[in-house]
Structure formats: structure tokens, C-alpha cells
């Protein structure tokens, strides 16, 4: 059976298991997910979707419903799709028009509180109590409970999804913030924590160019998810993969040993990293994160991008390659604020 992953434009996912010759609309369907449909037969397109990643077979598309471009571009009717391995279909709808449940709720408990810097705390989570394995795609995020309050706050996994659920976020730390000051002054190990996920549309889609991702702060949870896939799967992509990395102070760079692990187990990656703030311990590049950018890292125009960072870090990147031939690359990105 292969795993698919529905995701909605309200930001919402679910996932369904597919059986050997099981159309993705009948599986669905069997699993409480209407997915809206006429025809059935291939020919209305009301069932399509875009397919981001994995291998399937359509048994049939009347070229009325689907073109020859949308269908190069991974355009899908479930009505007629039969998958090869686990995929990711994204619909231009809302989650609200094929089922009513939202986001599952996880009860967990902090295993690990790391306040790397006056900026910066990585955080472990145990949501091993769960029956059966989390589901999320590397780069989403889940809606965490700060523990003794009312009060939520979104952060991006740190991780990909794993037998055990052993979670991860990079979470900034504000000089006053609900979950900042939990972190800095009350965390402890055994405190129990509720999650809502998996919720967001930023995620690994099928690998077919050279990646380039950039990372502002704690940005870089997103992409450590996305790179524990990749390594995990190395033979499935020989495509260059590019990370860049750029925080405000030495202090704030985390993750790094792991990050240089993935050089050992993706033949094709590299990265770069680059501080603001100068510092005696740092002999690396000093400025923003577009000073390392090179034209040869953009393979003449023809990248996928994925950013994700602090909002003017997300900007000042778009604006560089707006100002470049960009036109036959994709980039997808998100922004979040800190709180």
C-alpha cells in the first residue's frame, strides 16, 4: 500500500493509504475524503489535482479535461490515477469541501530544551504515546500549545516523519514572547505539550532541477526536514542541491554538524553559511544571506527555490532573482513572524 498526501489550499493535509490498482479517488473516498467528482470517467477534470512528487499512471484523460502542458506539469485527475510509489497531489481548494475533520491533535512531552542562543532554542519533542507513525510532509509545520497557557504558536518540523514520532523545532526566541519566556525561564523535560498537525503548503515537491534553499534564522527547521528525506532516498534524485544559510550572530547557527552530515550522504550537496553581526570566532563570509549568491549556484535560470525565513530575509531573496532571467524556475517560499 502507498502513502499519499492530500494537500488543501487552505493549508491543510491528510493522508490516505492507496491499494495496489486502487484508483486515488476511490481510496479516498473508502477513507472518508469526498473528493469533489462528476464523471468519473476522465472527461469533467472536477477531481483534478497537481501532482508534486511520486510516480503514477492516468488510465485515461479526454484532452478536453487535462492539456498536454497541464498533464508535462503534473496536472492529475484522482478519478483515473493509480500511484506507483507515496505521492503528494495539491488541490485549489479548501479542505472544507471534501471533509469537515481538521488538523489531528497530539498530546507529547518535551524530552529536550536546548537554548542554543539569546535568540535561538532547539526543542525536542516525544510524541511516541501516538499510536502509529505522525504524518507530515518534510517542511510543513504543526500548531504547538505554549504548556500553561491558552495561547498557540506554528512552527516548521525539524525533522522528517519517523516511526518512533521523535520531533524537533527550532524555535526563535523573543526578548518578551509567551512561548519565549516558557523556553528561557519554565521548560523542563517530562512537561506536557499538545500539537496540531500537520497544517501548511511548503513542502518538498518532486526533485527534477537543481534546488537551491535558503534559509533565514530558524527557517532552516523546514529544510532539515526536507534533507533527512533526501538522504534517507539518495538514488532518487542526482540533482545538485545548494543550501544557504544566514542568521544574525555566530551564536544563532545551529544544526551544523548535522547539516555537514548531509554532505556525506547526498553526493551532490553543499552549503554556505553567513553571519551578520562579525565575531572573532567566525572566519566565514559577514552580510546578508544574497552576498553568497553566485551566478553559477542558478544553472542558467533553471532551479527550484525554496525560502523560508523572516519576511524581509524571503523579500530581499525574491528581489534578487526578480532581477535575473528567472522565468523557467519555480520558487516557493514562506514567511513567518516571530511570536
Known amino acids: 500500500m502507498n502513502k499519499v498526501a492530500l494537500s488543501f489550499s487552505d493549508g491543510r493535509t491528510h493522508f490516505i493509504g492507496v491499494k495496489f490498482g486502487e484508483t486515488v479517488l476511490d481510496a479516498a473516498l473508502r477513507q472518508g475524503i469526498t473528493i469533489p467528482v462528476d464523471c468519473r ?73 536546548n537554548v542554543v542562543s539569546d535568540s535561538t532554542a532547539v526543542v525536542h519533542i516525544d510524541a511516541g504515546s501516538r499510536a502509529g507513525q505522525l504524518d507530515f510532509l518534510p517542511g510543513q509545520y504543526a500548531h504547538v500549545q505554549v504548556p500553561g497557557t491558552e495561547e498557540w504558536r506554528s512552527y516548521s518540523f525539524a525533522c522528517s516523519p519517523n516511526d518512533g514520532n521523535q520531533l524537533q523545532f527550532l524555535i526563535r526566541l523573543l526578548p ?29 515537491h518532486k526533485i527534477s532541477r537543481p534546488l537551491i534553499l535558503v534559509a533565514g534564522g530558524t527557517g532552516l527547521a523546514a529544510f532539515l526536514g526536507m534533507l533527512d528525506e533526501m538522504a534517507a532516498a539518495p538514488s532518487r534524485s542526482n540533482q545538485p542541491v545548494t543550501l544557504f544559510y544566514g542568521v544574525t550572530q555566530v551564536a544563532d547557527l545551529c544544526e551544523m554538524e548535522r547539516i555537514q552530515g548531509y554532505a556525506e550522504k547526498l553526493p551532490n550537496f553543499s552549503y554556505h553559511s ?30 527550484d527555490a525554496y525560502l523560508c525565513g523572516p519576511p524581509p530575509m524571503v523579500d530581499a531573496v525574491k528581489g534578487w532573482l526578480d532581477q535575473r532571467e528567472m522565468s523557467n524556475s519555480d520558487v516557493h517560499y514562506e514567511k513567518f513572524s516571530a511570536s
Open 176 to 204: 518578551q514572547g509567551v512561548m519565549s519566556d516558557y523556553l528561557r525561564d519554565r521548560a523542563k523535560p517530562g512537561d506536557r505539550m499538545r500539537l496540531k498537525a500537520p497544517l501548511g503548503a511548503f513542502y518538498l
Open 274 to 303: 553567513i553571519v551578520m553581526k562579525e565575531n572573532d570566532d567566525w572566519q566565514g563570509p559577514v552580510g546578508v544571506v544574497t552576498d553568497l549568491f553566485e551566478e553559477h549556484h542558478f544553472n542558467g535560470g533553471e532551479i
Open 41 to 113: 470517467e476522465g472527461v469533467c477534470a472536477t477531481c483534478k489535482g497537481t501532482c508534486q512528487s511520486g510516480s503514477y499512471d492516468l488510465e485515461y484523460v479526454d484532452e478536453d479535461a487535462l492539456s498536454e502542458t497541464e498533464l508535462d506539469k503534473g496536472a492529475v485527475l484522482t478519478c483515473q490515477m493509480r500511484v506507483d510509489s507515496d505521492c503528494a497531489i495539491r488541490f485549489d481548494f479548501d479542505s472544507t469541501l471534501c471533509t469537515s475533520a481538521g488538523p489531528e491533535e497530539i498530546e507529547a512531552i518535551i524530552k529536550e530544551v
